[in-house]
């Protein structure tokens, strides 16, 4: 008999996650009998798509703490930041351009492309930004969000938590200290929201992103949360058109991704605490089993101070590439990023100082709801088996384990 082709283990719920089936199952009917357009309001079949739009929206609202008329629906985490950060500036813009630059916006070097890359095409249209260096340990406090701010800041955006490392950032903290300062706070929280509890009133947050995909929803929907009193936080829309979200995100609702994004939202209010407790202590099984088993073995950013999903960590005498292919039937990411024809070190794991060699050697696992704890002890053999083979070809670690301490060494070309 041919054997059947077996999936790899799939330790990548931080890149996307799979459906959940009651999610499908609620989003069937909004393809079929339920097509109509939620703007359609002279008919049954319009008014049905807009119940559906309405109740995932009160589903999205009581995840984070907010009122339904606070959600906007968007396409993802991606377009809920571009709407928060470029629709936050041009209206918070320093009316008096000139003098003092537009305005100044504080974030982190290790944020996510969805968050740099809108500010830095903002820093092209006359703002200014600071980029908070993390420290070691990857977490961003309020202490040095209050360092960054300007008299002229308009807008603070800091993630909650890190995709690549898993760190929480002070979010909260960062909050209060941003309505204290009558600044603008968004959060990228895609990595947190669904995973952990949220409050956006006793968390003080202005602007919310959050991911469908992420959640175990459909790819393709997302939301932002806009404040709308204390204070009442206005954004310019990046889409003009149909005047659909409040005139926020012009264009037909995306119904039945809506439908399934509600129903997301809803599940992960309801297995949070139960899921959190499973994932935290299979997490901490890898870690432990693989710093235990495997030599020179590091769990990038802090200790404690990080979601229970997931893990990165980076091992010694192994490059990059080699680990990828050796641990090919584990999906999962690695922290060298193929741009194009080079092999760069992720950029969030450089930005704590790590060095090239242990941000290529290093691995992101993340587990979530489908994840067995089978799955995990078959991924820690794997690792352990392909660490250990690659080491036996390493002359750098015949060094290592003769005692010789490889930083000292000059090496010499001829
Ligand atoms: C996945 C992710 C995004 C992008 O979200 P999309 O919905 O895929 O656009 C943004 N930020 C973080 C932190 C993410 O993990």
């Known amino acids: 008999m041919i054997s059947s082709n077996k999936q790899p283990i799939y330790l990548d719920n931080a890149a996307t996650t799979r459906c959940d ?41 009581k995840l984070i703490g907010a009122q339904s008329k606070e959600v906007i629906f968007t396409s993802g985490s991606t377009e809920s930041n571009n709407l928060a950060i470029k629709g936050a500036a041009e209206i918070y813009a320093r009316a008096a351009a000139g003098q ?12 996510h492309k969805a968050v740099l890359d809108p500010v830095r095409r903002l820093m092209r249209e006359g703002f200014e930004a600071t980029f908070i260096q993390p420290p070691a340990d990857g977490v961003i406090t309020a202490e040095m969000v209050a360092a960054a701010l300007r008299p002229d800041t308009i807008l603070v955006s800091i993630m909650w938590v890190n995709n690549e490392l898993g760190t929480i950032n002070e979010v909260p903290q960062i909050g209060r200290l941003c309505h204290e300062r009558e600044v603008i706070f968004h959060t990228d929280a895609t990595q947190w929201v669904g ?35 204390k204070p009442r936080v206005r954004l310019e829309a990046l889409q003009d058109g149909g005047g659909q979200e409040r005139g926020m995100r012009s264009g037909t609702q995306n119904v039945s ?26 997490r901490t099984r890898l870690e432990s089993e693989l710093v235990k088993r495997i030599e020179v073995t590091v769990v990038n950013g802090h200790a404690t101070k990080r979601v229970p999903n997931i893990a990165n960590i980076s091992f010694g005498f192994v490059e990059g590439e080699s680990l990828m292919m050796g641990v090919r039937e584990i999906a999962c990411s690695s922290g060298s ?8 070190p992720s950029y969030v794991l450089k930005s704590l100082g790590i060095g090239d060699d242990l941000a290529h050697s290093s691995l992101r696992l993340s587990l979530g709801r489908w994840t067995t704890e089978a799955d995990v002890d078959a991924a820690i053999e794997m690792i352990e088996n392909a660490v250990n083979h690659l080491r036996r070809l390493s002359p750098l670690y015949d060094l290592h384990k003769e005692g010789i301490d490889l930083s000292k060494i000059v090496w010499q070309s001829h």
Not at 100 to 111: L, P, Q, S, W
Not at 199 to 220: A, C, M
Request: charged residues 25%; aromatic residues 8%.
């Open 257 to 282: 991704g809506i439908v399934g994004f509600g129903k997301a939202c809803e599940l992960c209010a309801e297995s949070m605490d139960a899921e959190g407790a499973r994932l935290l202590a299979m």
């Open 337 to 344: 990023a193929c741009t194009s024809a080079s092999l760069e």
């Open 100 to 111: 003092m630059g537009r305005g100044h916006i504080v974030t982190a070097a290790h944020e």
């Open 21 to 61: 089936p009651r999610v499908v199952e609620a989003m069937l009917p909004y393809f079929s009998e339920r097509f109509g357009n939620a703007g359609s309001r002279n008919h049954q079949f319009g008014w049905e798509a807009e119940d559906g739009i309405e109740i995932a929206r009160e589903q999205a609202a």
């Open 195 to 229: 995973k952990m509890p949220t409050n956006v009133e006793t968390d003080q947050i202005d602007l919310l992103s959050w991911s469908g995909h992420k959640i175990y929803g459909p790819k393709g929907v997302g939301a932002l949360y806009v404040r709308r009193r």
